[in-house]
Nanobody, 127 residues
Framework: QVQVVESGGGSVQSGGSLRLSCVAS????????MGWFRQAPGNEREAVAH????????YYADSVKGRFTILQDNVNNTVYLQMNSLKPEDTATYYC????????????????????WGQGTQVSVSS
């Protein structure tokens, strides 16, 4: 059983920065893709950024390009989401995702394709 554990999140003012961390433990050979999705109240869960940890291919949602960076640490099976220049519209619950999917790093990967989820961490950005 793959366990996905997140840390980070919190409340910041607009323009601030936060860093999320996620580690996928055990049976890591069953996972090639790790990333972050987010869900605001009343909205569907949407992809923010994901990375193929074997090939290094990355995907970013248009809304976060240039502000968010996904980083991988393969030694520790960890990915990070560095979030800069945060905006109120970034407010949501952020979920770490881990799965095996060759579409990782492409826009076509969606929440229904993810096998394993973290518990979610709240990010709140005030104006």
């Amino acid at each position: 059983q793959v366990q996905v554990v997140e840390s980070g999140g919190g409340s910041v003012q607009s323009g601030g920065s936060l860093r999320l961390s996620c580690v996928a433990s055990r049976y890591i050979r069953n996972v090639n893709c790790m990333g972050w999705f987010r869900q605001a109240p009343g909205n569907e869960r949407e992809a923010v950024a994901h990375i193929d940890v074997m090939r290094g291919t990355t995907y970013y949602a248009d809304s976060v390009k240039g502000r968010f960076t996904i980083l991988q640490d393969n030694v520790n099976n960890t990915v990070y989401l560095q979030m800069n220049s945060l905006k109120p519209e970034d407010t949501a619950t952020y979920y770490c995702a881990a799965t095996w999917d060759l579409r990782c790093g492409q826009p076509s990967l969606s929440a229904v394709d993810v096998a394993y989820w973290g518990q979610g961490t709240q990010v709140s950005v005030s104006s």
